[in-house]
């Protein structure tokens, strides 16, 4: 099966069907961080859908380099969503099956330990183009 590429536009429209009123209280809680976030398998609720992947085809090896042109940091609230950038460009996106939010999540690798992380899109971090 073929995996849906995501560019900023589709983010955008993905968090387009958002129900606001659904929002708060919904199975998706444990998702719904404003930063990058660690999160167990565990914890992953049943009704959040992969929806496709952030990683650009072909590209085997995306860059480690990181977008702030306004000294955000990685693990700022208000960094910029840039699905060319790390880590957002070994992200896959997820959608609630209830209130229709948009999370990206990815997956850091160290040398003795597997983690994986969640943030919740807020649709006005998104960036267009590099």
């Given at each position: 099966m073929r995996t849906m590429t995501i560019d900023a536009d589709q983010l955008l429209q993905l968090c387009a069907m958002q129900d606001p009123s659904l929002?708060?209280?919904?199975?998706?809680?444990?998702l719904q961080m404003s930063a990058w976030e660690s999160i167990t398998e565990e914890r992953w609720p049943a009704g959040v859908l992969r929806v496709g992947t952030l990683r650009a085809p072909g590209d085997e090896e995306p860059t480690f380099e990181e977008f702030h042109p306004n000294g955000t940091r990685y693990g700022s609230p208000d960094a910029p969503i840039a699905p060319q950038w790390f880590p957002y460009n070994r992200s896959d996106a997820y959608v609630c099956g209830r209130c229709h939010s948009v999370f990206l999540r990815y997956t850091e690798y160290g040398g003795y330990y597997v983690d994986h992380r969640v943030r919740m899109v807020d649709p006005s971090l998104i960036v267009q183009g590099p």
């Open positions: 929002v708060a209280g919904c199975t998706c809680g444990p």
